[in-house]
């Protein structure tokens, strides 16, 4: 509706674009395609008889309104079931001293991780 306005003004020619532009806060260069646009546009009202043309069918908004609501869902859910699962009780699943699983393996970095923690080496630790 604002660039509308800013374009209907335009075509009037009362005042300059330099003076709407700084009347509306906006650039000189945004008010010419805004105008050009309704005028390219007007005739479009007469030729439908003022009824605009939905390019997008009801159906498939629908079935996406549809989609967005079960993906909040699941996202909700999944959520609610992973926040017992923070930092603390996640460190607390690890057995430092597993036979053959090496935390410490990783940290040392060892011959597949490199140093990265987020890796464990694979290969069990000598006995």
Known sequence: MFKARVALEALKGERTVSELASAYGVHPTMVHPWKKALLEGAAGVFERGGKTVSDVDEDTVRDL?????????AN????????????????????????VLSIGAARAGCCRSRGRRSTTCRRARPS
């Open 65 to 73: 309104h549809a989609k967005i609501g079960e993906l909040a869902v």
């Open 76 to 99: 909700d859910f999944l959520s609610r079931k992973l926040r017992p699962w923070a930092g603390h009780v996640r460190r607390g699943v690890i057995e430092r001293d597993h036979p």
